[in-house]
């Protein structure tokens, strides 16, 4: 079986990692916490004292860490630690840039990679069902492919370095828009005197249809297994979805896409973290765009 390291054993490294020793691989693990490495250990991670001697002897190197910065500091201090074409996948979800900058850093190295940034969850992670977004050549694509299956229930090669990190970004921009857009309908609909229920039943089998309704939706009732029948506890946390709004609109402006309502949904996610529910379930936001004062 493969060695994997896995650097970057948080909420999402750690289930992920342990599903890859299910899968029968040998995992070395590295943290900065303590305590994640303690988890990591429980489930058959092998600790390392440091990234570098993680990477050495691997023949797969996983990232999953905050941000692009954390990534290309990482890529840096490790790439002389590999043997020649390992291949380095990067789950994190960053900016396309930096994205763009780790492959530079692994091909300059005689390394393999991909971006494979994630979708699904903590819920997914544990479940070994997260959806991969996959950028890199078709070469480096079909070595990942095998590894990400056990943490998988999708991979999606979207093409070239830095796909994944764009697909990821423009999906989650459309989450943000569309929760606000939903949440909107609900509070409309309450000052209309029309029911939760009613809007639900109309608008989940009508043009209005949509993930952000159907199943994760912002008012307790209709759909029992959304966050805010459980008092709006993540779930996607609120700084996560403002995370990649802020992704979503660097990217825009680094290419000069018009996207004003990811500009606006990124506004409205500030402000709603400003007032301290930045480690609230974003559908949430219903709470705020009630009170019309704010708008
Ligand atoms: P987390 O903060 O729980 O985990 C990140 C881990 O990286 C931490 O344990 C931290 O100690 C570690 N770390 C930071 N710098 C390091 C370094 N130099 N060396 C080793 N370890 C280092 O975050 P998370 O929720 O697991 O998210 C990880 C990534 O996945 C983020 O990019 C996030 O946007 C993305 N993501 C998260 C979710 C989610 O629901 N949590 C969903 C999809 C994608």
Known sequence: MTTVAFIGLGHMGNPMAANLVKAGHTVHGFDLLPENLNVAQGNGVTIMANAEAAVAGADVVITMLPAGKHVLSVYESVAKSAKSGTLFIDSSTIDVDS???????????????????????????????????????ADAFATAEP???????????????????????????????????????????EKLGLSHQSLFDVASTSSGQCWSLTTYCPVPGPVPTSPANND??????????????????????????????????KEIYERFGAEGHEASDFSGIINYLRDAKRQ
């Open 232 to 265: 709006y506890k993540p779930g996607f946390a609120a700084a996560l979805m403002l995370k990649d709004l802020k992704l979503s609109q660097e990217a825009a402006e680094s290419v000069g896409a018009a996207t004003p309502l990811g500009a606006h949904a």
């Open 99 to 137: 994205a763009r900058k780790a492959h530079e850093i692994a091909q300059a190295n005689g390394l393999k990679s991909v971006d494979a940034p994630v979708s699904g969850g903590i819920g997914g992670a544990a479940a070994g069902t997260l959806t991969f977004m996959v950028g890199g050549s």
């Open 147 to 189: 590894i990400l299956k056990p943490m998988a229930g999708r991979i999606v090669h979207c093409g070239e370095a830095g796909n994944g990190q764009a697909a990821k970004i423009c999906n989650n921009m459309i989450l943000g828009i569309s929760m606000i857009g939903v949440s909107e309908a609900f509070t409309l609909a």
